[in-house]
């Protein structure tokens, strides 16, 4: 059974830089789309940005675009959220997921397999 796993996070100043890593154990990322996502109590669960297998397609929430990026490397089973010019709402808990089926965009209901979430605290 596929397990995810992401790390990277922690506290960092507003405009600063955090990459989180996504990879998997049970099996590899290589086939899937995979998703990160930003869970707040205020709003809740939504998509931030998604890659699909080959790497060739990414999309990614209006709130991060020119700030984050998503990459993948196949070669080390993982799945990076680059995230920079870091805001105060930028903070909460982020998920990464694959997506079994497709492309399954920003959808969380669309992904499969989740990962346990780490957290990221944008703060001065």
């Known amino acids: 059974q596929l397990a995810l796993v992401e790390s990277g996070g922690g506290l960092v100043q507003p405009g600063g830089s955090l990459r989180l890593s996504c990879t998997s154990s049970g099996g590899t990322l290589d086939h899937y789309t995979v998703g990160w996502f930003h869970q707040t109590p205020e709003k809740g669960r939504k998509g931030v940005a998604c890659i699909n297998s080959g790497g060739g397609r990414t999309k990614y929430a209006d709130s991060v675009k020119g700030r984050f990026t998503i990459s993948r490397d196949k070669a080390k089973n993982t799945v990076y959220l680059q995230m920079s010019s870091l805001k105060f709402e930028d903070t909460g808990a982020y998920y990464c997921?694959?997506?079994?089926?497709?492309?399954?965009?920003?959808?969380?209901?669309?992904?499969?397999?989740w990962g346990q979430g780490i957290e990221v605290t944008v703060s001065s």
């Open positions: 997921a694959a997506d079994f089926s497709g492309f399954g965009a920003l959808d969380y209901g669309m992904y499969d397999s």
